[in-house]
């Protein structure tokens, strides 16, 4: 019996497709030309020369000089994403401080807001202050010209569909997230009403961030924590996070490292976040915050070494076990950590190697990574934003001329 196939798509279907294509190739760029985007495709240059004018009326790509290849022919004109026109909003709620940026096609931060808060509040009050922060943004980002296709909103604990399931760090339960903050936005400012809205956990978002705009070269497959009040996680596979079945995958701060240990606020006793979470690490250490723990950590002071070494153990024999079942080729650490890793690595380091069976993680490995610096939850909900921009330009174009 055959099998039903696909429907072949039309001329402007296929258009649609190398809009796309193009736009994305540019972005990953930076800079190019007509030819070199050409060359990387497989389109012809006639078919790729009125690619790239379609997006430079739509406003997606700008003009910029000419560039020299050194070899025989015309100099080509330098192709660059637009720095106005469609950005990509993104709004980080955490324990205690919410984060807004708008970024734009080239990924540079425009627009960038923190405000300080006890966020363990009734859901709706902590939504609707995140909602001000972000239209004082758009506000913001509407004198650059640029016009937000989107937010994102990362948020701690489970998410799912919209809504947060559980946060124990910040008591919420069964939070209708996305409606609460989009309700909020537009009755501050009406003309976001239907402004499309996506959430995730804030420990994908961050490693989103660091997968689109990171340093660490051609890095594919890697596990993410972020230090907060609690511990995140998160876990890239060839360039995709993987959520598991119910999108709650990468819950490292809650794996049991110690049962006999303190009790979490998930129920549960001996989390990794009770001995490697912001809040443990400070009062282990009896410091006034985190600047305070760096401090006394640089002073030689016992009991902050002693924080930091356990924690760096603590982390080291969750991490092993995500490593031996997961086989990344890194493990980075954001959030709080990278200010902490001269005290936090060789702690987790020696338990990485005396507990991964591969033998590939001994401490000179290099696997141990700080995040790269500007990839927060907030810029990854930017591009998750973004993405969609690039997968479909005309979707989001001002006129949708085919």
């Given at each position: 019996m055959n099998q039903p196939t696909e429907p072949k798509a039309d001329k402007s279907g296929v258009r649609r497709h190398n809009l796309s294509l193009v736009l994305r190739t540019v972005h990953e760029a930076g800079e190019t030309t007509r030819a070199a985007v050409a060359a990387?495709?497989?389109?012809?240059?006639?078919?790729?020369?009125?690619?790239?004018?379609?997006?430079?009326?739509?406003?997606?790509?700008?003009?910029?000089?000419?560039?020299?290849?050194?070899?025989?022919?015309?100099?080509?004109?330098?192709?660059?994403?637009?720095?106005?026109?469609?950005?990509?909003?993104?709004?980080?709620?955490?324990?205690?401080?919410?984060?807004?940026?708008?970024?734009?096609?080239?990924?540079?931060?425009?627009?960038?807001?923190?405000?300080?808060?006890?966020?363990?509040?009734?859901?709706?009050?902590?939504?609707?202050?995140?909602?001000?922060?972000?239209?004082?943004?758009?506000?913001?980002?509407?004198?650059?010209?640029?016009?937000?296709?989107?937010?994102?909103?990362?948020?701690?604990?489970?998410?799912s569909g919209g809504a947060v399931r559980q946060a124990p760090n910040l008591g919420w339960n069964e939070v209708d997230a996305e409606r609460l903050f989009g309700d909020a936005l537009a009755a501050l400012r009406p003309g976001t009403k239907g402004l499309p809205l996506t959430s995730d956990n804030e420990a994908n978002m961050a490693a989103l961030a660091e997968l689109r705009f990171g340093t660490h070269g051609d890095l594919r497959t890697f596990l993410h924590l972020t230090g907060e009040i609690g511990v995140g996680g998160a876990i890239v596979v060839h360039g995709e996070l993987l959520?598991?079945?119910?999108?709650?995958?990468?819950?490292?701060?809650?794996?049991?490292?110690?049962?006999?240990?303190?009790?979490?606020?998930?129920?549960?006793?001996?989390?990794?976040?009770?001995?490697?979470?912001?809040?443990?690490?400070?009062?282990?250490?009896?410091?006034?915050?985190?600047?305070?723990?760096?401090?006394?950590?640089?002073?030689?002071?016992?009991?902050?070494?002693?924080?930091?070494?356990?924690?760096?153990?603590?982390?080291?024999r969750a991490l092993s076990g995500a490593v031996n079942l997961l086989d990344p080729e890194a493990v980075v650490l954001g959030g709080i950590y990278p200010r902490l890793m001269p005290w936090l690595a060789p702690a987790l380091a020696d338990e990485l190697a005396d507990r991964v069976v591969s033998?590939?993680?001994?401490?000179?490995?290099?696997?141990?990574?700080?995040?790269?610096?500007?990839?927060?939850?907030?810029?990854?909900?930017?591009?998750?934003?973004?993405?969609?921009?690039?997968?479909?330009?005309?979707?989001?174009?001002?006129?949708?001329d085919d």
């Amino acid at each position: 019996m055959n099998q039903p196939t696909e429907p072949k798509a039309d001329k402007s279907g296929v258009r649609r497709h190398n809009l796309s294509l193009v736009l994305r190739t540019v972005h990953e760029a930076g800079e190019t030309t007509r030819a070199a985007v050409a060359a990387r495709v497989g389109l012809t240059r006639p078919a790729v020369s009125s690619l790239v004018e379609q997006l430079l009326d739509l406003g997606f790509l700008v003009e910029s000089g000419k560039t020299f290849s050194g070899q025989a022919g015309r100099p080509g004109t330098v192709l660059k994403p637009a720095d106005t026109g469609s950005a990509g909003l993104g709004v980080e709620i955490n324990v205690d401080y919410v984060t807004v940026c708008v970024v734009d096609l080239t990924g540079t931060d425009r627009v960038r807001h923190t405000e300080r808060l006890d966020n363990r509040a009734a859901a709706p009050d902590v939504l609707t202050r995140a909602a001000r922060i972000a239209a004082q943004a758009l506000d913001a980002a509407a004198e650059l010209r640029l016009a937000p296709a989107g937010a994102g909103l990362a948020l701690p604990g489970l998410v799912s569909g919209g809504a947060v399931r559980q946060a124990p760090n910040l008591g919420w339960n069964e939070v209708d997230a996305e409606r609460l903050f989009g309700d909020a936005l537009a009755a501050l400012r009406p003309g976001t009403k239907g402004l499309p809205l996506t959430s995730d956990n804030e420990a994908n978002m961050a490693a989103l961030a660091e997968l689109r705009f990171g340093t660490h070269g051609d890095l594919r497959t890697f596990l993410h924590l972020t230090g907060e009040i609690g511990v995140g996680g998160a876990i890239v596979v060839h360039g995709e996070l993987l959520r598991g079945a119910h999108g709650f995958a990468g819950e490292i701060g809650h794996l049991v490292v110690d049962a006999d240990g303190p009790r979490c606020r998930c129920g549960s006793r001996g989390c990794l976040e009770q001995y490697a979470g912001q809040a443990a690490l400070v009062g282990a250490a009896g410091a006034t915050g985190v600047p305070d723990l760096v401090r006394r950590a640089e002073a030689a002071d016992p009991r902050a070494l002693a924080a930091l070494g356990d924690a760096g153990r603590m982390l080291g024999r969750a991490l092993s076990g995500a490593v031996n079942l997961l086989d990344p080729e890194a493990v980075v650490l954001g959030g709080i950590y990278p200010r902490l890793m001269p005290w936090l690595a060789p702690a987790l380091a020696d338990e990485l190697a005396d507990r991964v069976v591969s033998g590939l993680w001994t401490p000179d490995a290099g696997r141990l990574r700080p995040a790269s610096a500007a990839t927060d939850a907030s810029r990854g909900a930017a591009a998750l934003v973004l993405h969609d921009v690039l997968a479909d330009p005309l979707a989001y174009a001002p006129t949708t001329d085919d």
